[in-house]
Nanobody, 119 residues
Framework: QVHLAESGGGLVQAGGSLRLSCAASGSISSLNAMGWYRQAPGKQRELVAVITRVHTTRYADSVKGRFTISRDNAKNTVYLQMNSLKPEDTAVYYC?????????????WGQGTQVTVFS
């Protein structure tokens, strides 16, 4: 079993920055893809960014150029640096992880961290 613990959410003014962290623990030796999803009120959960074990990345079009995903395999931690935040980025952000490189569905999820951007 894998446990994911997110941190770093909060309240920020539009144009500001936040960095989210997600630390994985447990049976992590086979972990490959790690990513961030978000869910705004009344909307479906959507992919924000994903990074594989070899640091291949993928981003949602809405965050390209503003968000950067990175990973420290030695610390089993994935980060999401969010710059130039907009009110529409307000959501609960979830960390996800899977043993495959490009999963359709992720096996492991964190409990989520709230990000609120005010104008």
């Amino acid at each position: 079993q894998v446990h994911l613990a997110e941190s770093g959410g909060g309240l920020v003014q539009a144009g500001g920055s936040l960095r989210l962290s997600c630390a994985a623990s447990g049976s992590i030796s086979s972990l490959n893809a790690m990513g961030w999803y978000r869910q705004a009120p009344g909307k479906q959960r959507e992919l924000v960014a994903v990074i594989t074990r070899v640091h291949t990345t993928r981003y949602a079009d809405s965050v390209k150029g503003r968000f950067t995903i990175s990973r420290d395999n030695a610390k089993n931690t994935v980060y999401l640096q969010m710059n130039s935040l907009k009110p529409e980025d307000t959501a609960v952000y979830y960390c996800a992880a899977d043993n495959t490189e490009y999963p359709t569905y992720y096996d492991y999820w964190g409990q989520g961290t709230q990000v609120t951007v005010f104008s």
